[in-house]
């Protein structure tokens, strides 16, 4: 167990619809990292939050917004979602200035049918 | 062409063989080397971690990396079942966004 939570584990919903994923992090870890994970592209990196700030960006699509809250859980909102939007994501911690060595939460199977 | 390039396999050994898993990059400003392993359905954890070049060894586990040839590889050896996972290599840059880049991971089974 890496100490990262994630909810729900799994979801299915419809295309167009929105859905928001949640992540908390490992106890103390102030860094938060998404990630989608499909077959065809592997894991990619989206977005990273330290201490409630946008760190960096990668590909993360405009439909694909996050945030990091006080408590230092975040949350992926996946809005007006498309049938390839079906992955698994991530979410991964880390302690400040490791990114390195993050501990990834067991992740968020998305179905969109 | 991607960033780091890993081989999808599968690659299907016995048990006891030596593992060799590997990566290539075309990024030359990567510096920060990591092996990563995910059992089936479970997020990836943190195996091996190197920075520059050279050896390190944990065990049963060697990684190796030439930046020269921009090559990185991850050695088992006395493989055994339970290591039959996916491997995923992953390396980022010196300062700036600390953003990891994946390989697409290779898929190991060890059979008994």
Known sequence: DSGVTQTPKH?????????????????GDLSVYWYQ?????????????YNGEERAKGNI????????????????????????????????????GRSDEQFFGPGTRLTVL | QKEVEQDPGPLSVPEGAIVSLNCT????????????RQYSRKGPELLMYTYSSGNK????????????????SLFIRDSQPSD????????????????????????LTINP
């Open chain 2, 57 to 72: 060894e944990d065990g049963r586990f060697t990684a190796q990396v030439d930046k020269s040839s921009k090559y990185i």
């Open chain 2, 25 to 36: 990059y075309s990024n030359s400003a990567f510096q920060y080397f990591m092996w990563y």
């Open chain 2, 84 to 107: 039959s996972a996916t491997y995923l290599c992953a390396m980022r840059r010196e300062g700036g966004a600390q953003k990891l880049v994946f390989g697409q991971g290779t898929r």
């Open chain 1, 37 to 49: 994970q499909s077959l065809d592209q592997g894991l990619q990196f989206l977005i990273q939050y």
């Open chain 1, 61 to 96: 699509l405009e439909r694909f917004s996050a945030q990091q809250f006080p408590d230092l859980h975040s949350e992926l909102n996946l809005s007006s979602l498309e049938l390839g939007d079906s992955a698994l994501y991530f979410c991964a911690s880390s302690v400040a």
């Open chain 1, 11 to 27: 979801l299915i919903t419809a295309t167009g619809q929105r859905v928001t994923l949640r992540c908390s992090p490992r106890s």
